[in-house]
């Protein structure tokens, strides 16, 4: 049987590791069958940003508003200590969007004419590519072989 995790508590805890206390953030609880709770980020140091942090019981999800971008992450056994990893490192994603870290790519579509953008940022040695309904993690491309 699966540990009971406090995910609120542990939303607020890794949100002010990460972004440290200067940051103007709004909580939210989706009650339902699968509850999520979300921290919504809407400054950090003075600057405007618009990013979502959440979690569920299984589930990590991270968004970037001004792009449209970002992923959801399954934890399948639910283990709070690979729940928090997994909450931490999507918060590091959203951190460096907010300061200016990784990159923006376009890339074409097959259906849009306008192309879709895809933010890209090493975290703790590997790559994410975060783009409007697909993720990818990979390798880091500036690690030398």
């Given amino acids: 049987m699966a540990m009971t995790v406090d995910a609120e508590r542990m939303l607020?805890?890794?949100?002010?590791?990460?972004?440290g206390r200067n940051i103007?953030?709004?909580l939210s609880t989706d009650a339902g069958k699968y509850p999520l709770h979300r921290a919504r980020i809407t400054s950090t140091?003075?600057?405007?940003t618009d990013?979502?942090?959440?979690?569920?019981?299984?589930?990590?999800?991270?968004w970037i508003s001004e792009l449209d971008v970002g992923y959801v992450?399954?934890?399948?056994?639910?283990?709070?200590?690979?729940?928090?990893s997994s909450l931490r490192t999507s918060a590091k994603i959203l951190h460096a969007f907010t300061?200016?870290?990784g990159r923006v790519e376009y890339?074409?579509?097959?259906?849009?004419?306008?192309?879709?953008?895809?933010?890209v940022v090493d975290v703790d040695g590997l790559e994410y590519q975060l783009g409007r309904r697909t993720?990818?993690?990979?390798?880091?491309s500036s690690q030398s072989n």
């Fill in 99 to 101: 300061h200016g870290e």
């Fill in 24 to 26: 103007d953030v709004e």
């Fill in 73 to 84: 992450e399954i934890e399948e056994d639910g283990d709070e200590d690979e729940l928090e």
């Fill in 45 to 48: 140091d003075g600057r405007p």
């Fill in 51 to 62: 990013v979502v942090l959440g979690i569920g019981s299984t589930r990590i999800s991270a």
């Fill in 12 to 19: 607020r805890r890794v949100v002010t590791d990460v972004f």
């Fill in 107 to 119: 890339r074409p579509t097959l259906f849009r004419r306008r192309p879709r953008p895809i933010f």
């Fill in 135 to 140: 993720a990818r993690i990979g390798p880091s």
